[in-house]
């Protein structure tokens, strides 16, 4: 089967609680939740401020939410779906050796990025403050994606693609690195867009996996 990758879809909306019957504001909600956790920090955030930034009383925040804890929940699902929609791959992609595969990777998780909001970072800077079992289920959505790129430097290095002493796994916390920081600090220009960027990234990566040369 193709997928399609959109960049205008690609971002995955969180499905509002069970018998909310305004979806529109709960993500009014998710949104001013991700910029007060951005600005305060989760655990200063308070709820007043929340219901404040979207304009309603915190008594009816709670028709939505029991805890502030599932607005950052809901909100590290969200941006973790995201990244996991990321590894679906057409057929010739899939039967494409490593290079090719690891390029066009990047390229679709680049095109999330023009529509991933700011405080997008909140999901990798508060996770660990999720409860237990919250937090192990979005860390499984985590190393699925983990999993996927470490299997595709493996596929490399088998191939003969990519150095043999490469630590598959320093590798893709690398490769993550480097993806994950671009909204932190990337704002395009006409000399730059977000393409531009991720041809780099390939170039950078790709490159950087190949074997050294012998003379």
Same mark, same amino acid.
Do not use: C
């Given at each position: 089967?193709?997928? /399609?990758?959109?960049?205008? *879809?690609?971002?995955?909306?969180?499905?509002?609680?069970?018998?909310?019957?305004?979806?529109?504001?709960?993500?009014?909600?998710?949104? +001013?939740?991700?910029?007060?956790?951005? &600005?305060?920090?989760?655990?200063?955030?308070?709820? &007043?401020?929340?219901?404040?930034?979207?304009?309603?009383?915190?008594?009816?925040?709670? %028709?939505?939410?029991?805890?502030? &804890?599932?607005?950052? %929940?809901?909100?590290?699902?969200?941006?973790? *779906? =995201? !990244?996991?929609?990321?590894?679906?791959?057409?057929?010739? =992609?899939?039967?494409?050796?490593?290079?090719?595969?690891?390029?066009?990777?990047?390229?679709?998780?680049?095109?999330?990025? @023009? *529509?991933?909001?700011? %405080?997008?970072?909140?999901?990798?800077?508060?996770?660990?403050?999720? =409860?237990? /079992?919250?937090?192990?289920?979005?860390?499984?959505?985590?190393?699925?994606?983990? /999993?996927?790129?470490? $299997?595709?430097?493996? /596929?490399?290095?088998?191939? !003969?693609?990519?150095?043999?002493?490469?630590?598959?796994?320093?590798?893709?916390?690398?490769?993550? &690195?480097?993806?994950?920081?671009?909204?932190?600090?990337?704002?395009?220009?006409?000399?730059?867009?977000?393409?531009?960027?991720? +041809?780099?990234?390939? $170039?950078?990566?790709?490159? !950087?996996?190949? @074997?050294?040369? =012998?003379?």
């Amino acid at each position: 089967m193709v997928t /399609q990758h959109d960049p205008e *879809s690609i971002t995955v909306a969180p499905a509002p609680p069970k018998g909310t019957l305004n979806g529109a504001r709960w993500h009014e909600i998710l949104d +001013a939740a991700g910029e007060v956790f951005q &600005e305060k920090g989760y655990q200063a955030a308070r709820i &007043e401020d929340i219901a404040n930034r979207v304009g309603i009383l915190k008594g009816s925040l709670y %028709y939505y939410i029991e805890t502030k &804890e599932d607005l950052l %929940y809901a909100l590290s699902v969200a941006g973790h *779906s =995201t !990244g996991l929609a990321t590894l679906d791959e057409d057929d010739a =992609t899939r039967a494409a050796d490593a290079p090719a595969r690891i390029g066009a990777f990047i390229e679709r998780w680049m095109a999330t990025i @023009p *529509s991933t909001p700011q %405080y997008a970072r909140v999901t990798e800077r508060d996770v660990r403050l999720l =409860t237990d /079992q919250r937090r192990a289920a979005v860390m499984e959505m985590r190393n699925q994606m983990h /999993q996927y790129v470490r $299997k595709i430097v493996e /596929q490399g290095i088998a191939e !003969g693609h990519f150095d043999p002493t490469t630590d598959p796994g320093v590798a893709t916390n690398s490769i993550f &690195e480097l993806l994950n920081s671009t909204s932190r600090w990337f704002r395009p220009t006409g000399r730059l867009s977000h393409d531009a960027l991720g +041809a780099f990234y390939k $170039k950078l990566i790709v490159q !950087g996996l190949r @074997p050294e040369a =012998t003379s």
